[in-house]
């Protein structure tokens, strides 16, 4: 009988094992559903990625400018905005979007 608690006992334990995640669960950038994110804006590898259109972003768009979206606490935001006369227009996920008008 003992022998079968302590059995008992062990396997219970082995299920409370908790195991660290993995660095491919670990993003430098957020992922959100409402956003489509195409590409770079300025670069492949620009954090501000240019935005397609979605349930969330269709009352955004415009013929005259792309729509952006770049990490909420990130620095190229800023630089998008001195740089482009970016306009904020919403914030969702992780993500503030931006209407830059096209030149």
């Known amino acids: 009988m003992k022998r079968l608690l302590i059995l008992g006992f062990t396997v219970s334990l082995m299920g409370c ?4 995640p993995s ?12 956003l489509l994110l195409v590409r770079g804006y300025r670069s492949t590898d620009d954090d501000c990625q240019l935005t397609g259109e979605t349930a969330f ?17 990130g620095d190229a935001a800023q630089s998008l905005v001195q740089m482009y006369g970016a306009v904020r227009v919403a914030e969702t996920g992780g993500y503030t979007v931006y209407t830059v008008p096209r030149r």
């Open 17 to 20: 094992e908790t195991t660290p």
């Open 23 to 34: 660095e491919a669960t670990a993003s430098a950038t957020p992922t959100n559903d409402d």
């Open 57 to 73: 972003t269709v009352n955004f768009l415009d013929d005259a400018a792309d729509l952006v979206s770049c990490p909420t606490d």
